[in-house]
């Protein structure tokens, strides 16, 4: 074995030159891993005792991309296209093998070898566009050379992680290896490509697949069309795309340069920006200054749920996916029943798309099991109350809870507005509890806000955290205050959302402004659709609201056919005459003159008191860093991800300019819009929320 560099070893495993890339945590491009396969590829060159040629890694992963935390520095190390180039040409045949995740510039680098080998649980895909951008070095030329075009746009545009055996069967992959065996595999692979005198096959020759693509433009265009929501507002995708028409329509070397130039341009724009901020985002919420990462941690090996309503059932799902048993308790048969029937309807969907297969569903379920007894609860490592929010049930629970549960068993709440530390009080053992705030639907939204009240233990945390990641949650810590953060600062916006309905913006105004900025919908849709009645009580509504009288008139919503839009039947929403008309009545009863009200006022309106808010939020130590903000805005209310999150949009519109804004608000309409003593110190310092 010969050390090539800090991260490189080559050694000759008989006549198979074998470079081993060890680069932790992932193996990404940095300057020493592109040095590393330079050298070590010219090393084996030169070997004559090399026929062939195998790169692999060591750790937990194939080459997982470039390295992110170079981008936007200094360019050092080798140039990783002439890298790429140099193993396309080499005289030998040279070998990927690949195990954990072969991604973006990864892939990438395994697509200029020969030859891919795998191990069946590996998973390759090209990310670039969830970072905002595409591949750079030769992919979006080189995939759909191997793939065809249609798969190509798919991969691509989703960023979706292939199983190895998919891999295999789009030619992605050569052969597939016997888990744990990578290195024997892909040597032997090795030999067999000198033996039977295999050809150097260069992917950047093979053009077959893009040529029968040539003179369709329409699978573009279908393909545009048919994703057009999904894409909305996000450039990469389309940029994507358009490397993929350069692939069937220009030669392999036009098509790098297309690549090159559209690269350039996400990397330096907002969007990228903000997407690659949000993936360490992510990350860093993970990391808690003062429970570190070797806290103790509580083995789950099962869970117990109360209540079996949409919360509680999807929370149960989230389990069971991960393989680990759940107890579901209710009080009555019926509603366990039904509860048990909507995860079993929930799977069936999910499996006749093509998500999950009929054995996966049964497994699954196998996995649920129903009770009317909370004793049976007992041996639970991990209990999630998730029932209607009422402090004295809440409180009756917990002291069941605390009498019935096993010791060191953590003891959770789903609330989303109840005070958690009022809660962990009527147990014995406040330090096992915590909040663990779950969205709806809690199987499919990716957030989870994990609450620590005053006594809850660091184990408790540490434990929790890590579950959430075990179950596909993204999660953020933060601290006991009305609303926790997500909701917190949605009030802001929701207050305004009404008042500026009172100062005459119609709420179809209101909703165009967020959705163009790139929310999935308005407040005032959101409300349709959930349902306007959703806390209203017929017998005592007395018209006071805009609400209560679109309640009383039975435009409820969606659902009703009608709320504050009206709805045809395919439920497309128009503005309605009969809203505009109460809300005309509202005002002028008020004595309010209506005014024309800016898109710009509306958008400042509804989201500056939000970033002002995060700044109390802040300041108060609800949320550890303004990221975690950020993360639990884009993971749990639809904030758009190219957009950063709202302390990281505050930052670049400007903290000066909303604070300004805030403060003639303040002037104007009172204490209500006061800017946090943050946002003044941050304005005064010159500096920014996220350090961007
Ligand atoms: N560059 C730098 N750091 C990276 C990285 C990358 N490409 N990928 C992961 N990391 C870091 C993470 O920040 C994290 O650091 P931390 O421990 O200090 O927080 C650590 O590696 C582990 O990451 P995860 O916590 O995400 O570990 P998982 O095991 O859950 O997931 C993974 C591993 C699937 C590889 C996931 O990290 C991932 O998806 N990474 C990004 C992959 C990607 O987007 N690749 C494309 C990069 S862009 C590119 O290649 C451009 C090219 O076309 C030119």
Same mark, same amino acid.
């Given at each position: ?6 991260v ?5 495993? @008989?006549?198979?030159?074998v470079?081993?890339l060890?680069?932790?945590?992932v ?8 040095d ?5 590829m ?6 004559p005792?090399?026929k ?21 520095g200094?360019?050092?190390g ?18 990927a093998?690949?195990?954990g +995740? ?37 992919? +979006? ?6 793939v065809?075009?249609e798969k190509?746009?798919?991969m ?6 292939v ?19 990578? *290195? ?12 039977e ?11 077959e ?5 040539? @003179? ?12 057009a929501?999904k894409?909305?507002?996000f ?11 350069a ?34 985002a ?5 990391k ?17 749920i109360?209540?079996?309503g ?19 308790v ?11 029937g ?5 799977y ?5 798309r ?39 049930i ?7 809870l605390?009498?019935i ?12 507005a ?10 014995? *053992? ?22 620590r009240?005053?006594h809850?233990a660091?184990p ?19 601290r ?38 790139g929310?999935?919908?308005g407040p ?6 959930a349902?306007?009645d ?6 005592t ?10 309640c009383?008139m ?6 009703? @056919?009608?709320?504050?839009?009206d ?8 503005p ?31 989201l500056?008191p ?10 108060e130590?609800?949320?550890i ?28 519109? @400007? ?17 209500v ?20």
């Amino acid at each position: 074995m010969t050390a090539i560099n800090a991260v490189t070893d080559y050694s000759l495993e @008989g006549d198979v030159g074998v470079i081993t890339l060890n680069s932790p945590p992932v193996n990404a491009l940095s300057a020493a891993v592109r040095d590393g396969i330079a050298d070590g590829m010219a090393k084996a060159f030169a070997d004559p005792g090399a026929k062939a040629v195998v790169l692999i890694c060591e750790g937990r992963t194939f080459i997982a991309g470039a390295d992110i935390t170079e981008f936007g520095g200094e360019r050092k190390g080798a140039d990783l296209l002439k890298v790429m180039q140099d193993m396309e040409n080499a005289p030998k045949p040279v070998i990927a093998a690949i195990h954990g +995740t072969a991604l973006g510039g990864g892939l990438e680098t395994a697509l200029a070898c020969h030859y891919r080998v795998a191990v069946p649980s590996a998973r390759c895909g090209l990310p670039e566009v969830a970072l905002g951008l595409l591949p750079g070095a030769g992919g +979006t030329q080189r995939l759909p050379r191997i793939v065809g075009v249609e798969k190509a746009l798919e991969m691509m545009t989703s960023g979706a992680h292939v199983p190895a055996p998919q891999c295999l069967a789009m030619g992605l992959v050569d052969e597939l290896t016997e888990e744990g065996k990578l *290195r024997e595999g892909a040597i032997a692979f090795a030999r067999k490509v000198v033996a039977e005198g295999r050809p150097l096959k260069k992917v950047r020759e093979s053009n077959e697949k893009v040529e029968a693509a040539r @003179g369709h433009p329409e699978i573009f265009e279908n393909f545009r069309k048919a994703n057009a929501r999904k894409f909305r507002g996000f450039l990469a995708p389309e940029y994507n795309i358009r490397c993929i028409e350069a692939a069937v329509n220009e030669p392999f070397e036009e098509g790098m340069k297309t690549e090159r130039r559209l690269f350039g341009e996400l990397m330096s724009g907002s969007q990228s920006a903000a997407q690659r901020y949000a993936f360490f985002a992510e990350r860093q919420a993970n990391k808690i200054p003062d429970v570190p990462d070797d806290t103790p941690q509580i083995p789950v090996g099962s869970v117990g749920i109360i209540g079996a309503g949409t919360m509680g059932g999807g929370i149960a799902m989230n389990f069971a996916n991960a393989g680990i048993p759940v107890t579901i308790v209710e009080v009555k048969q019926d509603a366990l029943d039904r509860g048990l029937g909507v995860i079993r309807k929930n799977y069936e969907r999910t499996a006749s798309r093509g998500g999950i297969t009929a054995a996966d569903v049964e497994k699954r379920i196998g996995l649920i099991k129903g009770s009317l007894d909370m004793n049976d609860l007992a041996p639970a490592d991990m209990v999630i109350e998730a029932v209607f929010e009422r402090m004295d049930i809440k409180k009756d629970i917990f002291t069941k809870l605390d009498a019935i549960c096993k010791p060191g068993a953590i003891l959770a709440t789903n609330t989303s507005a109840l005070n958690i530390d009022e809660i962990a009080l009527v147990t014995k *053992r406040p330090e096992a509890v915590i909040g663990l705030h779950f969205f709806s639907p809690a199987n499919v939204m990716k957030l989870l806000e994990v609450v620590r009240a005053d006594h809850t233990a660091k184990p408790v945390i540490a434990t929790s955290m890590k579950l959430a990641k075990k179950i596909g949650k993204i999660a953020a810590l933060v601290r006991v205050t009305p609303g926790f953060v997500g909701n917190r600062m949605l009030a802001q916006r929701q207050r305004e959302a009404q008042k500026l309905m009172f100062e005459g913006a119609m709420p179809w105004d209101i909703d165009r402004v967020l959705y163009d900025f790139g929310f999935p919908m308005g407040p005032f849709a959101m409300s349709d659709l959930a349902g306007l009645d959703v806390g209203w009580v017929k017998e005592t509504s007395k018209g006071e609201t805009i609400r209560d009288v679109l309640c009383e008139m039975d435009r409820r919503g969606q659902k009703t @056919g009608a709320g504050y839009y009206d709805y045809d039947e395919n439920r497309v929403a128009r503005p309605s005459p009969v809203t505009e008309k109460i809300i005309q009545d509202f005002v002028a009863k008020s004595g309010v003159n209506p005014r024309q009200i800016s898109d710009e006022e509306i958008l400042e309106r509804c989201l500056y008191p939000m970033v002002n808010e995060g700044a109390k939020i802040l300041e108060e130590g609800k949320a550890i860093r303004a990221s975690d903000i950020d993360v639990i805005w884009e993971n749990g209310y639809g904030w758009p991800v190219y957009r950063g999150g709202p302390m990281w949009w505050g930052d670049h519109v @400007g903290l000066d300019k909303i604070l300004a804004r805030m403060m003639e608000f303040q002037a104007q309409m009172g204490d209500v819009y006061k800017p946090a003593a943050l946002l003044e110190t941050m304005v005064a310092q010159g500096k920014k929320f996220t350090g961007s």
